[in-house]
């Protein structure tokens, strides 16, 4: 069975992933996405519970599909 904290690091690397492919730094993609940089930074480590609305608008902001944030293979 597959850790809540694994999934939460999981879904931190695909947005870190997407954010440097796309060239961000944490305060490009922070003012992005409207949150601040500790936020995007919490986030990325997997330390930073998400709802399913802040995914979306992540993800929104960085160009990027939800199911592209959730791959968890």
């Known amino acids: 069975m597959t850790e809540y904290k694994d ?6 690397m695909n ?5 440097t492919r796309k060239m961000l730094s944490q305060e490009q993609f922070a003012e992005l ?3 601040h940089t500790n936020y995007i930074g919490k986030i990325e480590r997997g330390e930073q519970n998400l709802t399913v609305r802040k995914i979306v608008e992540i993800a929104d902001a ?3 599909s939800v199911s592209k944030v959730l791959n968890l293979e």
Do not use: D, H, S
């Open 62 to 64: 960085l160009g990027i």
């Open 7 to 12: 999934i939460l690091k999981k879904i931190g």
């Open 33 to 35: 996405a409207n949150v």
């Open 15 to 19: 947005f870190r992933l997407e954010r």
